[in-house]
């Protein structure tokens, strides 16, 4: 509900002046309101022109559903980055400070109240790390807490909005955003472009990338439904043909697989484009619209970024605290794309490499960090490629040995197609209770050791043998844990058994607790015993 009144002029005023005095703080965990949508207007036109400037001017219309009563909105905004110039809409004025914007809002909105706050701004001529231009590219890199450095958001993973985002850029400019292209106008020597998505989209995956350089090639993929839908390579002169035209013919079957596995892709368009020597990463799985690294057309990357739009993008972590389920399920994908096409051998050996990568260089902490719930850690720890790609797949890997390859792979469909999580977000409790319900089975000891724990078991085992007066032949294997870290990690064991005569078993074991023995009886003398001889325990050291 709406109030306009003298009164409520006077509350807006003291609320100003109390604001300013008061200190109050912006918390991520702020859920008094929901971001709908975002419509941005860049002018980006002068970044193509000589000098070379990132500076450009913005004008922004945020439409916002109150949670509860507000009288202003706190918004993310790098005063570093962004000038505001002026707030209109609902709102009547604002205060930009520690990089947080707060907008008074015109009058005092009801839960469930919608509104529009429009917002014009600048970005200065800095390097921020997030809005980049240089030698005439153009290109946002906003994860993990970047967005608000080229425009004022809620900044977190938790909310997500639909976006509209309107650029004006030299006519020789090919200009890609998230979602789809609804216009594009020349106008002299500018075009127009316009992107909009139809589905909602974290800050973190906004994205906007253009270039004079870039040539543009369209595949057409067939959805499961007989539907098409464009698949787009932003390229640039000079990069490596023959890898560009392999990630080409092998995108349509990366899709199918991803499509059979975890659902239909989620979204309405795919797009690739490389960026220049800025670029810090190998590649950002922007919503509808992959940035790479230049010339980085890699089978692997390609599979890594696409499977993001399911697991990312399609579902979202609601704290960077979750961040593990994106990029421990993305690296797991590229095995299972290499396995779907070389066999379940390739499948193994990439993630025996990528327990190997953990294993050269673990610096020490869990998988999961609650703290990260409410803060943003330094890139070098978030994205830390031992525990957050490597283990992090790893223990998606080992979830699926221990709750059985099938029934794993049958509960991923169902998380990755369940209307709960489309489109919306997961965290780490939500994920576990999901699996344990759909498998009908208290796993919470797995994940306690694996994910909330550091490090991995050192084993150290023994067996003995002896003939008994039967003729037969007694086993007696020790299973003996030597890690520092004073946690036990439960896991089923295989051990293979070779005799005397050359032929061999393999058993399987729960290893309940440390030293714990397990006797068997057979005809013929053990004379090697293998443990886990097929690795499926990949996180660990024998000795």
């Avoid at 066999?343 to 490499?353: E, I």
């Avoid at 013929?524 to 293998?530: G, R, S, Y």
Wanted: charged content about 25%; proline content about 3%.
């Amino acid at each position: 509900m709406i109030r306009n009144s003298a009164v409520f002029k006077k509350t807006i005023f003291a609320l100003f002046i109390l604001l300013i005095f008061s200190g109050k703080t912006f918390s991520q965990e702020d859920d008094s309101f929901d971001v709908q949508k975002y419509e941005l207007d860049l002018d980006l036109y002068n970044c193509f022109k000589e000098p070379i400037s990132r500076s450009f001017t913005a004008t922004e219309k945020i439409s916002i559903k109150a949670n509860k009563q507000l009288g202003d909105i706190m918004l993310n905004a790098s005063n570093t980055s962004l000038k505001i110039e002026s707030v209109s809409g609902a709102g009547v004025s604002f205060i930009h400070e520690n990089d947080i914007l707060t907008i008074i809002l015109n009058s005092l909105y009801s839960a469930d109240d919608n509104f529009e706050v429009i917002i014009n701004y600048s970005h200065n001529n800095i390097k921020d790390s997030a809005f980049y231009s240089y030698q005439g590219m153009i290109f946002t890199d906003c994860e993990p807490s970047k967005a608000r450095r080229w425009f004022p958001c809620k900044d977190v993973p938790s909310d997500k909005a639909l976006t509209k985002i309107t650029s004006s850029v030299p006519s020789n400019v090919l200009l890609c955003s998230n979602g789809i292209l609804t216009d594009s106008t020349v106008s002299g020597d500018t075009t127009v472009y316009t992107w909009e998505s139809k589905f909602p989209v974290a800050t973190y995956l906004v994205a906007v990338v253009a270039s004079y350089r870039f040539n543009l090639d369209i595949v057409n993929w067939q959805r499961p439904n007989g539907e098409n839908m464009e698949v787009r390579f932003y390229w640039q002169n000079g990069e490596t043909q023959f890898n560009l035209k392999n990630v080409m013919s092998k995108i349509g079957k990366m899709l199918d697989l991803f499509s059979k596995l975890y659902g239909d892709y989620p979204f309405e368009k795919l797009a690739f484009a490389t960026t220049n020597k800025e670029f810090e990463w190998g590649g950002m799985e922007n919503q509808t619209i992959i940035t790479l690294c230049p010339d980085c057309w890699t089978e692997d990357l390609a599979a890594h970024e696409l499977a993001h739009q399911w697991f990312g993008d399609l579902i979202t972590p609601s704290s960077w605290a979750d961040i593990w389920l994106n990029e421990g399920f993305a690296t797991y994908l590229e095995a299972v794309w290499y396995g779907s096409q070389s066999g379940v051998a390739r499948y193994n050996k990439l993630m025996r490499y990528e327990a190997v990568k953990y294993l050269s260089g673990n610096p020490g902490w869990a998988a999961y960090e609650k703290s990260w719930d409410v803060s943003s850690p330094e890139s070098e720890q978030l994205f830390n490629t031992s525990i957050t790609y490597s283990k992090s797949s790893c223990i998606i890997y080992m979830l699926r040995y221990v709750v059985g390859e099938k029934e794993f792979d049958e509960i991923l469909y169902k998380y990755a197609t369940d209307p709960e999580f489309m489109y919306g977000n997961i965290s780490t409790e939500k994920f576990i209770n999901f699996v344990n319900e759909q498998s009908g089975r208290d796993l919470n000891w797995f994940f306690d050791q694996w994910l909330f724990k550091p490090d991995h078991p050192v084993y150290n085992n023994n067996f003995q043998t002896e003939e008994t007066s039967d003729g037969k032949w007694k086993l007696d294997y020790t299973i003996n844990q030597i890690q520092k870290n004073n946690v036990f990690y439960k896991m089923p064991v295989d051990l293979k058994i070779v005799f005397d005569n050359g032929k061999d078993t393999t058993v399987t074991v729960s290893n309940e607790y440390n030293l714990q023995t397990f006797t068997f009886e057979f005809d013929h003398e053990p004379e090697k015993i293998l443990f886990d001889p097929d690795n499926k325990i990949l996180l660990k050291e024998t000795e």
